[in-house]
T-cell receptor, first 111, second 114 residues
Framework: LAKTTQPISMDSYEGQEVNITCSHN???????ITWYQQFPSQGPRFIIQ???TKVTNEVASLFIPADRKSSTLSLPRVSLSDTAVYYC????????????FGGGTRLMVKP | DADVTQTPRNRITKTGKRIMLECSQT?????MYWYRQDPGLGLRLIYY???????NKGEISDGYSVSRQAQAKFSLSLESAIPNQTALYFC?????????????FGPGTRLLVL
Protein backbone atom coordinates (compact mmCIF):
# COMPACT_ATOMS: atom_id res chain seq x y z
CA LEU A 1 0.00 0.00 0.00
CA ALA A 2 1.26 3.44 -0.86
CA LYS A 3 1.67 5.48 2.31
CA THR A 4 0.44 9.05 2.22
CA THR A 5 1.63 12.11 4.09
CA GLN A 6 -0.47 15.24 4.51
CA PRO A 7 -0.27 18.29 6.76
CA ILE A 8 -2.07 17.74 10.03
CA SER A 9 -3.95 21.03 9.87
CA MET A 10 -4.43 24.18 7.82
CA ASP A 11 -6.19 27.47 8.39
CA SER A 12 -7.80 29.66 5.77
CA TYR A 13 -10.29 32.48 5.40
CA GLU A 14 -13.57 32.62 3.58
CA GLY A 15 -13.24 33.32 -0.11
CA GLN A 16 -9.67 32.08 -0.38
CA GLU A 17 -8.43 29.20 -2.48
CA VAL A 18 -7.08 26.34 -0.41
CA ASN A 19 -4.51 23.86 -1.65
CA ILE A 20 -3.82 20.70 0.34
CA THR A 21 -0.88 18.63 -0.80
CA CYS A 22 -0.45 14.93 -0.23
CA SER A 23 2.80 13.03 -0.69
CA HIS A 24 2.74 9.43 -1.90
CA ASN A 25 6.27 8.57 -2.94
CA UNK A 26 5.61 4.84 -3.29
CA UNK A 27 2.55 5.08 -5.49
CA UNK A 28 2.17 2.08 -7.77
CA UNK A 29 1.35 2.07 -11.46
CA UNK A 30 -2.22 0.88 -10.89
CA UNK A 31 -2.96 3.22 -7.99
CA UNK A 32 -5.47 6.04 -8.16
CA ILE A 33 -5.55 9.06 -5.87
CA THR A 34 -8.80 9.75 -4.07
CA TRP A 35 -9.80 12.52 -1.70
CA TYR A 36 -12.55 12.35 0.90
CA GLN A 37 -14.08 15.03 3.13
CA GLN A 38 -15.33 14.34 6.64
CA PHE A 39 -17.43 16.63 8.81
CA PRO A 40 -17.57 16.05 12.57
CA SER A 41 -19.61 12.99 13.55
CA GLN A 42 -20.30 12.10 9.92
CA GLY A 43 -18.84 9.51 7.61
CA PRO A 44 -16.31 10.58 4.99
CA ARG A 45 -17.68 11.71 1.65
CA PHE A 46 -16.02 11.24 -1.73
CA ILE A 47 -14.76 14.47 -3.27
CA ILE A 48 -12.61 13.66 -6.26
CA GLN A 49 -10.40 10.99 -7.80
CA UNK A 50 -7.67 11.07 -10.38
CA UNK A 51 -4.82 9.18 -11.97
CA UNK A 52 -2.70 11.86 -13.61
CA THR A 53 -2.63 15.51 -14.72
CA LYS A 54 -5.72 17.44 -13.67
CA VAL A 55 -9.25 16.50 -12.72
CA THR A 56 -11.97 19.02 -11.98
CA ASN A 57 -15.52 18.65 -10.76
CA GLU A 58 -18.10 20.94 -9.25
CA VAL A 59 -16.46 20.75 -5.82
CA ALA A 60 -12.71 20.73 -6.32
CA SER A 61 -9.74 20.27 -8.60
CA LEU A 62 -7.04 17.67 -8.27
CA PHE A 63 -3.57 18.31 -9.64
CA ILE A 64 -1.21 15.40 -10.14
CA PRO A 65 2.33 15.96 -11.48
CA ALA A 66 3.88 13.67 -14.04
CA ASP A 67 5.79 11.59 -11.47
CA ARG A 68 2.57 11.09 -9.43
CA LYS A 69 4.52 11.18 -6.18
CA SER A 70 2.27 13.89 -4.84
CA SER A 71 -1.12 15.41 -5.48
CA THR A 72 -2.82 18.67 -4.57
CA LEU A 73 -6.47 19.11 -3.74
CA SER A 74 -7.61 22.62 -4.61
CA LEU A 75 -10.78 24.07 -3.10
CA PRO A 76 -11.79 27.32 -4.79
CA ARG A 77 -13.20 30.16 -2.69
CA VAL A 78 -13.78 28.22 0.52
CA SER A 79 -16.62 28.98 2.88
CA LEU A 80 -17.12 28.25 6.57
CA SER A 81 -18.94 25.05 5.60
CA ASP A 82 -15.74 23.68 4.07
CA THR A 83 -14.28 23.30 7.56
CA ALA A 84 -13.65 19.57 7.74
CA VAL A 85 -10.99 16.88 7.65
CA TYR A 86 -9.69 15.99 4.21
CA TYR A 87 -8.21 12.56 3.53
CA CYS A 88 -5.89 11.61 0.70
CA UNK A 89 -6.01 7.93 -0.20
CA UNK A 90 -4.00 5.96 -2.70
CA UNK A 91 -4.92 2.53 -3.96
CA UNK A 92 -6.10 0.46 -6.86
CA UNK A 93 -9.35 1.62 -8.35
CA UNK A 94 -10.92 -1.83 -8.17
CA UNK A 95 -10.00 -2.65 -4.60
CA UNK A 96 -11.93 -0.44 -2.24
CA UNK A 97 -10.78 -2.47 0.69
CA UNK A 98 -7.22 -1.41 0.15
CA UNK A 99 -7.96 2.25 0.75
CA UNK A 100 -6.32 3.30 3.99
CA PHE A 101 -7.46 6.42 5.78
CA GLY A 102 -4.60 8.23 7.49
CA GLY A 103 -5.02 11.10 9.91
CA GLY A 104 -6.10 13.54 7.23
CA THR A 105 -5.74 17.33 7.12
CA ARG A 106 -7.95 19.33 9.43
CA LEU A 107 -8.99 22.48 7.53
CA MET A 108 -10.34 25.38 9.53
CA VAL A 109 -11.99 28.15 7.53
CA LYS A 110 -12.31 31.40 9.41
CA PRO A 111 -14.66 34.32 8.71
CA ASP B 1 -33.64 8.17 2.20
CA ALA B 2 -30.04 7.51 3.10
CA ASP B 3 -28.16 5.00 0.98
CA VAL B 4 -26.31 3.52 3.98
CA THR B 5 -28.02 3.30 7.34
CA GLN B 6 -26.67 2.21 10.70
CA THR B 7 -28.45 1.18 13.87
CA PRO B 8 -28.19 2.11 16.61
CA ARG B 9 -26.79 5.61 16.21
CA ASN B 10 -25.68 5.75 19.82
CA ARG B 11 -25.14 2.98 22.34
CA ILE B 12 -23.86 2.72 25.87
CA THR B 13 -22.95 -0.71 27.15
CA LYS B 14 -20.98 -2.32 29.94
CA THR B 15 -17.74 -4.25 29.86
CA GLY B 16 -18.31 -7.89 28.95
CA LYS B 17 -21.61 -7.38 27.19
CA ARG B 18 -22.23 -8.59 23.66
CA ILE B 19 -23.35 -5.92 21.25
CA MET B 20 -24.29 -5.88 17.59
CA LEU B 21 -24.13 -2.94 15.24
CA GLU B 22 -26.19 -3.22 12.09
CA CYS B 23 -25.72 -1.75 8.65
CA SER B 24 -28.02 -1.73 5.66
CA GLN B 25 -27.52 -0.30 2.19
CA THR B 26 -29.68 0.42 -0.81
CA UNK B 27 -26.82 1.10 -3.23
CA UNK B 28 -26.85 -2.44 -4.56
CA UNK B 29 -23.12 -2.72 -3.92
CA UNK B 30 -21.44 -6.04 -3.28
CA UNK B 31 -18.63 -4.61 -1.15
CA MET B 32 -19.20 -3.55 2.43
CA TYR B 33 -16.87 -2.45 5.21
CA TRP B 34 -16.70 -1.70 8.91
CA TYR B 35 -14.35 0.97 10.24
CA ARG B 36 -13.72 2.48 13.62
CA GLN B 37 -12.59 6.01 14.30
CA ASP B 38 -11.04 7.24 17.50
CA PRO B 39 -11.04 10.94 18.43
CA GLY B 40 -8.67 12.97 16.28
CA LEU B 41 -7.57 9.95 14.30
CA GLY B 42 -8.32 8.52 10.91
CA LEU B 43 -10.44 5.48 10.14
CA ARG B 44 -9.16 1.97 10.70
CA LEU B 45 -10.59 -0.99 8.83
CA ILE B 46 -12.06 -3.77 10.99
CA TYR B 47 -13.61 -6.16 8.47
CA TYR B 48 -14.67 -6.08 4.85
CA UNK B 49 -16.79 -8.23 2.60
CA UNK B 50 -16.69 -8.44 -1.18
CA UNK B 51 -19.91 -10.43 -1.39
CA UNK B 52 -22.20 -12.52 0.80
CA UNK B 53 -19.80 -15.45 0.90
CA UNK B 54 -16.63 -13.41 1.29
CA UNK B 55 -15.48 -12.03 4.66
CA ASN B 56 -12.02 -10.64 5.30
CA LYS B 57 -10.20 -9.31 8.33
CA GLY B 58 -9.00 -5.76 8.23
CA GLU B 59 -6.33 -3.95 10.17
CA ILE B 60 -7.89 -4.35 13.64
CA SER B 61 -10.23 -7.35 13.68
CA ASP B 62 -9.36 -8.73 17.13
CA GLY B 63 -12.36 -8.55 19.46
CA TYR B 64 -14.82 -8.17 16.60
CA SER B 65 -16.81 -10.48 14.35
CA VAL B 66 -19.09 -9.82 11.39
CA SER B 67 -22.00 -11.38 9.57
CA ARG B 68 -23.05 -10.69 5.99
CA GLN B 69 -26.69 -11.75 6.12
CA ALA B 70 -27.51 -10.53 2.62
CA GLN B 71 -26.05 -8.29 -0.03
CA ALA B 72 -27.64 -5.32 1.67
CA LYS B 73 -26.82 -6.16 5.30
CA PHE B 74 -23.53 -6.34 7.16
CA SER B 75 -23.44 -6.59 10.96
CA LEU B 76 -20.56 -6.02 13.35
CA SER B 77 -20.49 -7.75 16.73
CA LEU B 78 -18.43 -7.15 19.81
CA GLU B 79 -18.54 -10.50 21.57
CA SER B 80 -17.37 -9.14 24.91
CA ALA B 81 -17.10 -5.37 24.86
CA ILE B 82 -14.16 -3.65 26.55
CA PRO B 83 -13.63 0.06 27.25
CA ASN B 84 -10.98 0.54 24.56
CA GLN B 85 -13.61 -0.35 21.99
CA THR B 86 -15.28 2.95 22.75
CA ALA B 87 -15.24 4.70 19.39
CA LEU B 88 -17.24 5.90 16.42
CA TYR B 89 -18.04 3.04 14.07
CA PHE B 90 -18.74 3.52 10.38
CA CYS B 91 -20.18 1.14 7.86
CA UNK B 92 -19.42 1.74 4.20
CA UNK B 93 -20.15 0.26 0.80
CA UNK B 94 -18.21 0.66 -2.39
CA UNK B 95 -18.98 0.37 -6.03
CA UNK B 96 -17.68 1.57 -9.32
CA UNK B 97 -19.31 4.82 -10.40
CA UNK B 98 -18.28 5.05 -14.02
CA UNK B 99 -14.51 4.64 -13.91
CA UNK B 100 -14.24 5.27 -10.18
CA UNK B 101 -14.43 2.97 -7.16
CA UNK B 102 -16.18 5.11 -4.57
CA UNK B 103 -16.95 4.41 -0.93
CA UNK B 104 -20.24 5.52 0.64
CA PHE B 105 -20.36 5.83 4.39
CA GLY B 106 -23.18 5.53 6.86
CA PRO B 107 -23.85 8.15 9.55
CA GLY B 108 -21.87 6.29 12.18
CA THR B 109 -22.62 4.59 15.49
CA ARG B 110 -21.18 6.16 18.60
CA LEU B 111 -20.37 3.40 21.10
CA LEU B 112 -19.41 3.90 24.73
CA VAL B 113 -18.23 0.91 26.73
CA LEU B 114 -18.22 1.51 30.48
Amino acid sequence: LAKTTQPISMDSYEGQEVNITCSHNNIATNDYITWYQQFPSQGPRFIIQGYKTKVTNEVASLFIPADRKSSTLSLPRVSLSDTAVYYCLVGENNAGNMLTFGGGTRLMVKP
Amino acid sequence: DADVTQTPRNRITKTGKRIMLECSQTKGHDRMYWYRQDPGLGLRLIYYSFDVKDINKGEISDGYSVSRQAQAKFSLSLESAIPNQTALYFCATSGREGVQETQYFGPGTRLLVL
